[in-house]
T-cell receptor, first 114, second 112 residues
Framework: EPEVTQTPSHQVTQMGQEVILRCVPI?????FYWYRQILGQKVEFLVS????????KSEIFDDQFSVERPDGSNFTLKIRSTKLEDSAMYFC????????????FGSGTRLTVV | GNSVTQMEGPVTLSEEAFLTINCTYT??????LFWYVQYPGEGLQLLLK?????DKGSNKGFEATYRKETTSFHLEKGSVQVSDSAVYFC???????????FGQGTELSVKP
């Protein structure tokens, strides 16, 4: 069964450093998403991406965040200058046209900012 | 705005017990409703979904019925197993836009 792959599974970074979280969505999916889950809290929407541009973003997704699909297969989330409160599990997801099959999520990247 | 509220966990049951996890939602229009499951150390997996009122989603013995009159999508299973121990998330997708809005998750622990 097709999977969404995320790397790394766990990243530790110092406050103020830049991090890039990587995702390989399902190959024939056209919609891509990032969500995050702070420990013990809800899964929160960050951003959706379609046709090489952001289609929707939440208030969490401020200027410190950016997304990119650099090569037609990877989908990345960059945090420019990490803060302690960015520590969370970050999930990538993808869906097909019309979201008929639902959303397929990756296993997540646990980001720890120290 | 759109929101999802789930019953708080953790829920602890004995094997073969009946499970209900309550989920209610607030949304404009006619959202699609989902249950996702997260096993320890893994990502979110789609368990079942329903796209319109009175639809019943079902998978692996789990069921949920889209009730517009009560704005609910409660998850049920007649006989739980130890392997069902996980965190369960109710979610909605509005008919405008593609993002999912999640409830806070309910942890289920099934004891032998």
């Amino acid at each position: 069964e097709p999977e969404v792959t995320q790397t790394p599974s766990h990243q530790v970074t110092q406050m103020g450093q830049e991090v890039i979280l990587r995702c390989v969505p399902i190959s024939n999916h056209l919609y891509f998403y990032w969500y995050r889950q702070i420990l013990g809290q809800k899964v929160e929407f960050l951003v959706s991406f379609y046709n090489n541009e952001i289609s929707e973003k939440s208030e969490i997704f401020d200027d410190q965040f950016s997304v990119e699909r650099p090569d037609g297969s990877n989908f990345t989330l960059k945090i420019r200058s990490t803060k302690l409160e960015d520590s969370a599990m970050y999930f990538c997801a993808s869906s097909d046209v019309g979201h008929i099959g639902g959303y397929t999520f990756g296993s997540g990247t646990r980001l720890t900012v120290v | 705005g759109n929101s999802v509220t789930q019953m708080e966990g953790p829920v602890t049951l004995s094997e073969e017990a009946f499970l209900t996890i309550n989920c209610t939602y607030t949304a404009t229009g006619y959202p699609s409703l989902f249950w996702y499951v997260q096993y320890p150390g893994e990502g979110l997996q789609l368990l079942l979904k329903a796209t319109k009122a009175d639809d019943k989603g079902s998978n692996k013995g789990f069921e949920a019925t889209y009730r517009k009159e009560t704005t609910s999508f409660h998850l049920e299973k007649g006989s739980v197993q130890v392997s069902d121990s996980a965190v369960y998330f109710c979610a909605l997708k509005s008919n405008q836009g593609g993002k999912l809005i999640f409830g806070q998750g309910t942890e289920l622990s099934v004891k032998p």
